[in-house]
């Protein structure tokens, strides 16, 4: 069995030969029942590989959706154009950094759909690529945004900075409303959702699904799906520490079991962590270990946020939901980075209560923020 670890492409995923959970009901369902949608999930879950999917889907790439639920629910298999913009890799330290990689992506697709020289902005430059697209090829486009807040995320620290970049990626994004007549589709994806007076605040056509219960497995495997494709490897993770199969599996759901993204919803495994421990044959803290959560630490450092009250916290969904740039309460972002989930919800007050989703997070997290180099007030 070859597994998907670190595999972000679904074209190269399927002809390779790797495991993949299918998601297509789901992905068809998204593009068939809406258009403009928002999506966050921590990282290493899968967010880059659905987005490569949809990219696949909606090029009209029917031999990669062979055995999966997509091939017999989609009929027409059309071609549409699709821009993905991926600000995943690139280290935005700089206002020219975040202008480099838009012109970088915009110049790419004005050599394939043309350029007006008057459009001198980030913004008229996309408009009139998306408007040319649907014109030249006589079909929507497609509008693929993966990871769309890492720049914000880097510059959380450097107000200015921040600034700079919710200015120009507002302005960017806006284009989604404004030219919705040539618009098919479109998903944003990230780890968190800046809220407010920041990049989202003009795009009401958005529909969030990170607390849609439709959605909640999109992203993720599920108990269900660790018994339909990965049983035996199971059973060999049980044989290589001479352990029963139900020992086996009641340790893989302690460990990497537990994110809720609605609630009472379905738990959620970190696949990142699973396919790892299920690959190598051993138990270990692979997403934790992956990278430090320095963003939140710089936080917590700055605001002196008492340690204990991580797992007391009772929230909304609405405060939840989204991250205001000018508040400095960091339960969203350590809820939205995957370092705290749901575990459960009043109904009559409309309070969520959260802690952390499994013993690899609770114990990787609090062992780091124990460092010497990190200290916190006495509540």
């Known amino acids: 069995m070859k597994y998907p670890i670190g595999i972000q492409n679904f074209e190269s995923l399927r002809m390779d030969g790797y495991v993949y959970v299918d998601k297509t009901d789901l992905i068809y369902k998204l593009v068939n029942e809406g258009r403009y949608y928002f999506l966050s999930r921590p990282r290493r879950f899968g967010k880059s590989l659905l987005i490569s999917t949809l990219d696949a889907y909606l090029s009209g790439k029917r031999e990669l959706f062979k055995g999966l639920a997509l091939e017999q629910l989609e ?90 970049f919710r200015a120009t990626l507002k302005a960017f994004y806006s284009v989604l409303k404004t030219d919705d007549q040539y618009i098919k589709f479109a998903l944003l994806t990230g780890v968190t959702k800046f809220g407010k007076v920041s990049v989202f605040s003009d795009l009401n056509n958005l529909i969030d699904l990170s607390m849609d219960e439709r959605y909640q497995t ?102 939840l939901n989204s991250i205001d740039s000018m508040s400095k309460n960091p339960i969203p972002l350590i809820y939205q980075s995957g370092y705290l989930t749901i575990k459960d919800y009043d109904p009559e007050f409309g309070f969520y209560t959260l802690g952390f989703p499994n013993k690899e997070v609770e114990e990787g997290f609090t062992d780091y923020l124990g460092a010497p180099d990190f200290s916190v007030d006495e509540p």
């Open 75 to 164: 009929k027409d298999w059309t071609k549409y154009p699709i821009l993905h913009l991926d600000l995943n890799n690139q280290r935005y330290d700089s206002v020219e950094s975040l202008n480099q990689i838009l012109d970088l992506n915009l110049s790419k697709w004005e050599d394939l759909y043309g350029r007006y020289d008057k459009e001198k902005s980030f913004s008229l430059r996309f408009a009139g690529i998306i408007e040319r697209a649907a014109i030249k090829t006589g079909k929507r486009v497609v509008i693929l945004v993966d990871e769309y807040d890492k720049p914000l995320l880097q510059a959380l620290n450097d107000e200015a900075l921040q600034d700079e």
């Open 218 to 319: 999109i992203c993720g495997i599920t108990e269900d799906e660790i018994h339909h494709y990965f049983e035996e490897s199971v059973h060999e993770l049980a044989k290589s520490y001479n352990i029963s199969y139900e020992d086996t599996f009641a340790r893989l759901e302690r460990d990497y079991d537990g994110y809720h993204f609605v609630d009472h919803g379905i738990g959620v495994y970190n696949p990142f962590s699973l396919l790892n421990t299920l690959s190598r044959q051993k138990f270990g803290r692979y997403w934790f270990e992956t990278g430090t959560p320095s963003y939140l630490v710089d936080v917590m450092k700055q605001d002196r946020y008492p340690l204990p009250d991580l797992t007391q916290e009772q929230v909304t969904g609405d405060f």
